[in-house]
């Protein structure tokens, strides 16, 4: 029997018109769909009923994979694709199995011989990159850094070496209620020329994208980032 072809569904950021950020054909993918694991079922069933799907919602097979799914339930998710159906991965916000859970499905399906296909949509890292001016030629991406005070400081001082010796953009994010803090850290911490780029509610219509140096962001007043998604950038 032929397997399936697990599809990497990318879905918006946030609100916002979804054929403004996926391509017709990603949609038409999606909306055909009868199989899907996602990061939030009830999320999910949002975002297909937006499509809208070709199925009723209460009709197609979605099961959860996140940051709590155990290793041992992973071949059970992809029981679909071994009897010859498509399945669509979809992640709680952006591109799938990119700092997403989904990645852990995706290295199974590759050891199993099943056809992966990564589709076109919106990445918060590639477009806040993208938008900084910062270096596109090396970078590095690493998710969520600590959240105490001094440890949050001594990272960022590690990132930041990082950055000049190997002349590479370094990317963060931070849980959203504790952005101004993040904010706050980096002008405290990096020297008065290594330039931050804060990329804020990218897609939607608040979107904010700046980079300043360090000494420029001291003397301004600084963005309201609180609670609303933001990526953080930084070259030295």
């Excluded at 569904?9 to 391509?23: D, E, M, N, R």
Aim: some cysteine; overall charge neutral; hydrophobic content about 45%.
């Amino acid at each position: 029997m032929n397997k399936g072809r697990l599809y990497l569904i990318p879905v918006p950021l946030g609100p916002t018109a979804i054929a403004a950020v996926l391509p017709q054909a990603v949609l038409a993918c999606a909306r055909g769909l009868g199989y899907f694991v996602a990061e939030n079922a009830k999320s999910a069933r949002a975002f297909l009923k937006l499509l809208p799907a070709d199925l009723p919602v209460q009709e197609i097979w979605i099961q959860e994979l996140n940051q709590h799914t155990p290793a041992s339930e992973l071949p059970a998710l992809l029981a679909p694709l071994l009897t010859g159906n498509d399945v669509g991965l979809i992640s709680e916000a952006g591109c799938p199995a990119v700092a997403d859970p989904g990645a852990a499905l995706v290295a199974l399906a590759q050891e199993e011989g099943i056809q992966v296909v990564p589709m076109v949509g919106p990445s918060s890292i590639l477009l806040a990159l993208m938008g900084s001016g910062l270096s596109g030629q090396s970078f590095a991406f690493h998710g969520y850094l600590p959240s105490a005070p001094r440890e949050r400081e001594k990272r960022l001082r590690e990132l930041e070496k990082a950055s000049r010796l190997g002349l590479q953009t370094q990317i963060f994010i931070e849980t959203p209620y504790r952005n101004q803090q993040m904010l706050e850290s980096l002008l405290k911490t990096c020297a008065h020329e290594t330039r931050v780029c804060v990329a804020t509610d990218l897609t939607l219509d608040s979107e904010q994208i700046a980079t300043r140096r360090v000494a420029a962001w001291r003397r301004q007043a600084l963005p309201n980032i609180n609670r609303r998604p933001t990526v953080f950038l930084l070259q030295a």
